[in-house]
């Protein structure tokens, strides 16, 4: 039996239920994380917190208690006895109209939920979106519920027989994932687009550039392919270094290469030494 917390208390997830005229269900006016759970212990919970609270500050919702989400977060876990799972949080506007606007004085709303994962495949097929990344859009960088464009994206990815989408900006920079990050090995230098691409600042990608050497720096969509690119790979919360095989119909002929193994084995060191980077 799984179990969801909502503000405050905890629910059978059959019984768990919100508003039809919460904002988040409305308009996808809200925030989320996802975090992973290994042996019990859900990974990175300070940094996830404090990404959420950026989000929050970003769309002008009122802060989060950060410590009640984070006694949610274990309360779910430990009810639930997720060994390995995943977690997710969602934060958003609360009761509000049937449109745009928002009702000034309705209380946010929180949810918590748990679920188990079975181990996802260490590759994958990416497809280039026909659709751009808008580095400037007033949601950019920020992990909102308006997941539309992702799940459209991603949809499509899937009938062309991929399992990721990778966007470029509008500059035609190489951009992100629906759903991660990515990184190449360029000259034999492992880098991943800046902030400023529009990128999510994933804790991942966060930790892969602070802890196992990795540079911010902008480069063509094309370089993806390019003969300069000797390896690729996706990094996200749930896949860790998910090595590329295929962009588009085009193999990458050192799929899974020194650099990007070397990655996953030190993602997977971190992770064993410290739950809480």
């Not at 409305?26 to 989320?32: A, M």
């Not at 745009?100 to 748990?114: E, G, I, N, Q, T």
């Not at 400037?136 to 519920?145: C, D, P, Q, W, Y």
């Not at 390019?226 to 996200?236: M, N």
Request: hydrophobic content about 40%; some cysteine.
């Amino acid at each position: 039996m799984s179990h969801t917390y909502i503000n405050g208390r905890l629910f059978e997830t059959n019984d768990a239920a919100v508003s039809a005229h919460d904002h988040g269900l409305v308009t996808g006016d809200g925030v989320f994380e996802t975090l992973a759970v290994y042996d019990g212990t859900p990974f990175a919970v300070r940094r996830h917190l404090q990404r959420l609270a950026r989000s929050v500050a970003g769309i002008r919702l009122a802060p989060p208690d950060l410590d009640e989400i984070e006694r949610a977060i274990f309360e779910v876990v430990a009810k639930d006895e997720i060994s390995f799972g995943k977690v997710r949080v969602t934060y958003t506007a609360g009761n509000g109209p049937l449109g745009s606007d928002r009702d000034k004085d309705a209380s946010p709303l929180l949810v918590v939920a748990a679920s188990p994962l079975a181990p996802l495949s260490r590759t994958a097929r990416v497809s280039i979106a026909p659709w751009p990344r808008n580095e400037r859009g007033v949601l950019s960088g920020l992990k909102t519920t308006s997941y539309a464009e992702n799940v459209v994206a991603l949809d499509w990815a899937l009938s062309q027989g991929s399992n990721e989408v990778i966007f470029a900006n509008t500059k035609g920079d190489l951009c992100e994932g629906s759903g991660s990050n990515i990184f190449l090995v360029v000259d034999g230098q492992l880098i991943t687009p800046t902030l400023e691409s529009g990128c999510l600042a994933g804790v991942t990608r966060d930790l892969i550039i602070e802890y196992l050497g990795a540079k911010e720096m902008d480069v063509p969509i094309s370089t993806l392919v390019s003969s300069r690119t000797s390896e690729a790979f996706l990094a996200s919360t749930l896949r860790d270094a998910q090595s590329i095989t295929h962009v588009d119909e085009t193999p990458l002929h050192n799929a899974i290469g020194p650099v990007s193994l070397r990655i996953a084995k030190e993602l997977k060191e971190l992770i064993m030494d410290n739950l809480n980077p």
